[in-house]
């Protein structure tokens, strides 16, 4: 019988990325508090925590993380599909020989994008990597494909693929 683990690994972005984002939300919070403090200070007021208000529930927001499923193949002669089914299908399959979840996490800071990992027992882990989103181009796609290529294996210290893509 197969037991199912799901791990979800949302898309939040970096650190420096987070605070210069924060930074110019506030400054632009502190010019429009200074503006509207001139003619009511009490609406100003109002104003500005209506602005935190939205800004917090932004970045905690669940519509705002993209979440994109990744299949791992424990099988070692399965490979990764040719860049053209890629680009038909937006699926792509890794035959890890090792998986586990702090690998998880360097992968999706190698491809940059949110992933759920879904186990579904030691022999079979099957999982893909899906385009759910319309505005991923065919150059980010291929750019994810490559990146992915030159990953090795944390056991063996092997390239997964071995090469490059063929174009």
Not at 90 to 110: C, G, M, Q, V
Not at 135 to 154: A, F, H, M, N, V
Request: with cysteine.
């Amino acid at each position: 019988m197969e037991s199912n683990t799901t791990y979800v690994i949302n898309h939040l972005p970096s650190i420096k990325l987070r605070i210069w984002k924060g930074a110019q939300i506030f400054v632009l919070q502190f010019i429009l508090i200074f503006v509207l403090m001139h003619k009511e200070f009490i609406y100003g007021w109002i104003v500005y925590f209506l602005i935190i208000a939205f800004t917090v529930w932004q970045l905690i927001s669940k519509r705002s993380r993209q979440v994109v499923s990744v299949s791992i193949d424990y099988n070692k002669e399965e490979l990764l599909i040719q860049y053209n089914q890629l680009l038909r299908t937006k699926t792509i399959r890794l035959p890890f020989e090792s998986f586990n979840y702090t690998y998880a996490h360097e992968l999706y800071d190698r491809i940059h994008t949110p992933m759920t990992l879904v186990f579904y027992d030691k022999r079979k882990l099957v999982a893909q990597i899906m385009h759910k989103y319309s505005g991923w181009s065919d150059d980010r796609i291929k750019s994810i494909c490559e990146t992915l290529l030159l990953i090795k294996d944390p056991v063996n210290d092997k390239r997964l693929f071995g090469g490059r893509l063929k174009k």
